[in-house]
Structure formats: C-alpha cells, structure tokens
C-alpha cells in the first residue's frame, strides 16, 4: 500500500489560496482605496509596462457669443515600470514534521502571506515617494513641518499638509494617512482624533487603521519610515500583477525533506503626482 508522506499533506494550490489569504489580511497600503489592482499583465511577454497618465486640461475658457471655440489637445504621458520578482523558499525536514513543537507548514503559510504583503506594500511606498523628474515624470506633493513641529499633531502636520491641496481638498477624494508606529501614540493623542472603535457600525474599518483625522482614515505601517507620513489620494498608485502569490512544492526523498517556495511577480507605479503628499516631521 502507498504510504502518506510529508508532501501529501502539503497541497500547492491550497496553500497559495491561504497565503493569498494572509497576503490580502496583511497589505497596508495596498488594501487601501489610494491604490488601482489589476491583472492585465498575466500571460503576457516581457518585463516592462507602460503606466499611462492625462494630463490635466486648463481652466474653461470665456466664450463670446457667435465665436467658435478653440480645441484643446487632451495630452497623455506614460512612464515605464519593471516588473520585479520576489519569493522565498523553506525546506522542512520529516522529523521536524513528526517530533517538533507546531505545525511549521501552518507557519509558512502565515509568513509567506506576511512576507509578501510586506514586499508590495514596501514596493508602493517608495514608489510613492519616488522622484520621476530624469524619467520624464514628476515629483508628489513634498511638506516639512516648521522648525520644531516634531510631532504629528492635526495643527502642526495635517492642516499644512492639506493645505497644499488648495480647493481640491475634499476627505472623499482620499484613501488615508499612513503613518510609522513610532507616530502612533502621537495621532492618538491629538483632540482631531477619533478611535477606531468610536467610528461606528456603519464606517468600514480596513487591517491596520486606528482611527481617523478630519475624516480620513489613519493607518500604521512601519514601511513608512519613522517621521515620515503619506497622505494619498484614491488611485494615486497603481500595483499590476504578472502573477499573483503562487506556492509550489518538492520532495527530495533522499534527504527525506519538502521544500517550499512562494513567489509573486508584479510592478508598482505613482499614478497621479497630485494625489500624494509626502510629510516630514521636523528633527528635534
């Protein structure tokens, strides 16, 4: 009769289904509104996509009655991004199956979840950040506090911050603030601030927001830097997927181990220059 070894316990499909699971559980930024997903590069050839951007049209003209108007051209940019690949790999030996303290496979599925989120997540932040200027593209919206603002105080950073928004301010136009751990406390604190749990049941609350300021969602990630906070529009990013977390599998039958692996193949890119603020909190 066959006998079950190690890696018939361990289904490729199942697991890319739960660490796809974990991955979605654990995005910060990308599981935000300021983000546009798609899957428009899967089975396609080559290593390169084209973002493209309109341009913006002026300001409407004053017409005169009986007087034809003038057209404008509608412009477009595109800038080009890379696709990247990132994996990782864990080799699990029977005995460490057999004798040792957990399930290590459940452990891998949860931090190849993790890890993955982590990665993109990690990827749309520079990116947002990013300056385009040699590429042909542009720069985000750029803040520094006043000298001896240190804090993320509504006063001191939020109401700068949005003022560079001028008129398009509007909180439904925005996915969130994203801020380091280390300015947890400080948001928390601020009178603007209203908790998570006080937000109500009709307020759709997304993994790793704490509250909200002035309307807009707050969340943590140490992806942004300490003394460092994005504020982002809807869309303003864009993430595209050749193809999304997979997990395969093999026996080696001698050493009586199954090594694992996951990897997921995708580009990042600023959708929109205007729809993201990049705020530094002054240095002490």
Same mark, same amino acid.
């Given at each position: 009769?066959?006998?079950?070894?190690?890696?018939?316990?361990?289904?490729?499909?199942?697991?890319?289904?739960?660490?796809?699971?974990?991955?979605?559980?654990?995005?910060?930024?990308?599981?935000?509104?300021?983000?546009?997903?798609?899957?428009?590069?899967?089975?396609?050839?080559?290593?390169?996509?084209?973002?493209?951007?309109?341009?913006?049209?002026?300001?409407?003209?004053?017409?005169?009655?009986?007087?034809?108007?003038?057209?404008?051209?509608?412009?477009?940019?595109?800038?080009?991004?890379?696709?990247?690949?990132?994996?990782?790999?864990?080799?699990?030996?029977? !005995?460490?199956?057999?004798?040792?303290?957990?399930?290590?496979?459940?452990?891998?599925?949860?931090?190849?979840?993790?890890?993955?989120?982590? !990665?993109?997540?990690? *990827?749309?932040?520079?990116?947002?950040?990013?300056?385009?200027?040699?590429?042909?593209?542009?720069?985000?919206?750029?803040?520094?506090? *006043?000298?001896?603002?240190?804090?993320?105080?509504? *006063?001191?950073?939020?109401?700068?911050?949005?003022?560079?928004?001028?008129?398009?301010?509007?909180?439904?136009?925005?996915?969130?603030?994203?801020?380091?751990?280390?300015?947890?406390?400080?948001?928390?604190?601020?009178?603007?601030?209203?908790?998570?749990? !006080?937000?109500?049941?009709?307020?759709?609350?997304?993994?790793?927001?704490?509250?909200?300021?002035?309307g807009l969602p707050v969340f943590i990630t140490n992806r942004v830097a300490a003394g460092k906070f994005l504020l982002l529009k809807n869309n303003s990013l864009g993430a595209l997927y050749k193809r999304r977390?997979?997990?395969?599998?093999?026996?080696?039958?001698?050493?009586?181990?199954?090594?694992?692996?996951?990897?997921?193949?995708?580009?990042?890119?600023?959708?929109?220059?205007?729809?993201?603020?990049?705020?530094?909190?002054?240095?002490?």
């Amino acid at each position: 009769m066959p006998d079950t070894t190690a890696a018939n316990l361990i289904v490729p499909e199942v697991w890319a289904d739960m660490s796809q699971a974990r991955f979605t559980g654990a995005v910060r930024v990308m599981g935000s509104g300021a983000v546009m997903t798609d899957d428009t590069l899967v089975g396609q050839p080559g290593d390169t996509i084209n973002f493209p951007k309109w341009d913006t049209l002026g300001e409407l003209d004053d017409l005169t009655e009986g007087t034809a108007m003038s057209t404008t051209v509608m412009g477009q940019r595109s800038s080009s991004a890379t696709i990247r690949e990132a994996g990782k790999a864990v080799e699990i030996t029977d !005995k460490a199956l057999l004798t040792g303290l957990g399930d290590p496979r459940d452990e891998a599925q949860r931090q190849f979840g993790i890890l993955a989120a982590r !990665k993109v997540d990690a *990827a749309l932040i520079a990116q947002a950040q990013a300056d385009e200027t040699a590429q042909g593209g542009g720069t985000p919206y750029s803040l520094t506090t *006043a000298a001896g603002k240190t804090k993320f105080t509504w *006063a001191d950073a939020m109401v700068p911050a949005l003022a560079k928004f001028g008129d398009e301010w509007d909180p439904a136009e925005f996915a969130g603030i994203f801020l380091n751990s280390a300015q947890h406390a400080e948001a928390a604190l601020d009178p603007q601030f209203i908790d998570a749990s !006080k937000l109500g049941a009709d307020t759709v609350v997304r993994t790793g927001q704490i509250g909200a300021i002035a309307g807009l969602p707050v969340f943590i990630t140490n992806r942004v830097a300490a003394g460092k906070f994005l504020l982002l529009k809807n869309n303003s990013l864009g993430a595209l997927y050749k193809r999304r977390p997979i997990v395969e599998t093999d026996r080696d039958i001698l050493k009586r181990t199954t090594v694992i692996t996951t990897n997921v193949h995708f580009a990042v890119k600023r959708l929109d220059d205007k729809g993201v603020l990049v705020g530094t909190l002054a240095a002490t």
